[in-house]
């Protein structure tokens, strides 16, 4: 399995990014993806989540201002932020777990500015 994420980079407060997470090697739309993040100093912590079935869940900190999507047939998953806010800085995971253990990203780093 391998998950290549994308799209980060520096964005004043208030900016949007979308980050991408393209997934080969598994089977992509029987399979939940989450984005994770981790700040400096700071655990890793659930973004959101995006199940096989469709549904999504997120972090109260990020509810009503990122959104999770994916595209099956393109096995790839998004994760769309506004409203930034310079505590959403951090470097961005995408995940998920397949065939008894969980798979990582390389992480993509997303700078907030105020």
């Known amino acids: 399995v391998q998950l290549q994420a994308s799209g980060g980079g520096l964005v004043q407060a208030g900016g949007s990014l979308r980050l991408s997470c393209k997934a080969s090697?598994?089977?992509?739309?029987?399979?939940?993806m989450s984005w994770y993040r981790q700040a400096p100093g700071k655990q890793r912590e659930l973004v959101a989540n995006?199940?096989?079935?469709?549904?999504?869940n997120y972090a109260d900190s990020v509810k009503g201002r990122f959104t999770i999507s994916r595209d099956n047939a393109k096995r790839t998953v998004s994760l769309q932020m506004s409203s930034l806010k310079p505590e959403d800085t951090a470097v961005y995971y995408c995940?998920?777990?397949?065939?008894?253990?969980?798979?990582w990203g390389q992480g993509t780093l997303v700078t907030v500015s105020s």
């Open positions: 995940n998920t777990f397949y065939r008894l253990r969980a798979w």
């Open positions: 995006s199940t096989s079935g469709g549904s999504t």
């Open positions: 090697g598994m089977v992509f739309s029987i399979s939940a």
